[in-house]
Each structure stands twice: as structure tokens, then as C-alpha cells.
């Protein structure tokens, strides 16, 4: 009869532990589980009242309604169906809201592409710039058109407008949309650096 117990994780140093797919991170020190305890001790908080430990910053998921957004990007939100924040954007969205600088780290399907969009959108307010006056870098072409279908969903108006810029493509199309000015650029190394 064989041993059921569990292999050695550390018995090669290119193995490493599954990653807890409950974990969130904000900023490199934070974690945050799913749920919070409700039997731990308050959390250290900063100046700006946030937890400065591994606890949630917000036990409880937020409603879009209560985050004073800006009309336009609430009415976007209304209308993707999303009411109320996840935990990486309940996380996420209030600090960055606050200008500050943050890295949320969540499993797929957590809403982090809203946790990141949701910030930058509410402060756009139409311009004259021919230029974009946001990029986002992603790794493959997929998620990179992925987070500019996102950005065209939750855009704050009509003349918001988003440009995925990837290889593998034909660049004269992509070109073309970059001609004629946008807001937000969504690319990934490859296809940015080509045009």
C-alpha cells in the first residue's frame, strides 16, 4: 500500500507551490483573502485610513453606486450590468481613486481589468491631445484585445476612444486608428514598439 502523503515542495528549487487562487494582492505586501476574518483584530491603518497588513481594505464588496463616479462612467457600469466590486476591485479602485499607486493580483475572471480601468476612466475628461494620454502594456494579443473591448464598454463617452496595437495583424489598420487620435492605447511589446 502506497503513502498518501502529500510530495515535497521543496525537494527541487524550480517547484514551487500552487498559488492560492482566494489571494489577492495590493501593492507588493498586501494579500487579500475572499472573506475576512471577523474574529482578527483591526488592521493597522495608514493616514488615508487603509489597511496596512495582509487584511481586506474593504470586508465587504462596494457598490458602483457609492463610489462617486462621474455620471457618464456610472451610466457605462449600469449598463455593463456590474453593480457591485469584486474583492481585487474593492481593493484596488479606492486607493488608486485616491492617486495612489497600486499592483492588484488576482486569479483570471476577478475583475482586475475593471480594478484598473474603472480609476483611469473616471479622471478622463475630454481634450484636444492628438496623442493617447493612457497605455496599457499586456502580454499577449488576446488579453490586449480583450482589455480594449473593456475600455470601449466602460468608455465615459462617445469621443473616449481606444486602439488595441498588436502584431501578428496587419499594422495599416492599426495605424489608421492611431492617426486619427485616441485616448487609450492597448498593446503589447511587440505591437508597440513596431508602430
Known sequence: MQSSSPPDTHSNENTFP????TAYA????????????????????????LPTTETPPEAAPIAYSDMKLIRPLQ???DQAGYKFTTPVQAAVIPRAMR???V???AQTGTGK?????IPFLNRWRPHKLKGPVG????PTRELAVQVAEEAIKLAPSKRFRTVAVYGGAGMGR?????AKGCDLVVGTPGGCSTT
Open 103 to 105: 499592483i492588484g493580483q
Open 99 to 101: 492617486g495612489k499607486d
Open 135 to 138: 497605455l496599457v502594456m499586456c
Open 18 to 21: 500552487a498559488a492560492d487562487p
Open 174 to 178: 492599426q495605424l489608421e486608428q492611431l
Open 113 to 117: 481589468t475593471a480594478a484598473f480601468l
Open 75 to 77: 451610466d457605462a457600469i
Open 26 to 49: 495590493v501593492e507588493e505586501s498586501l494579500s487579500f483573502p475572499e472573506t475576512a476574518d471577523a474574529t482578527a483584530p483591526p488592521a493597522p491603518r495608514d493616514r488615508d485610513g
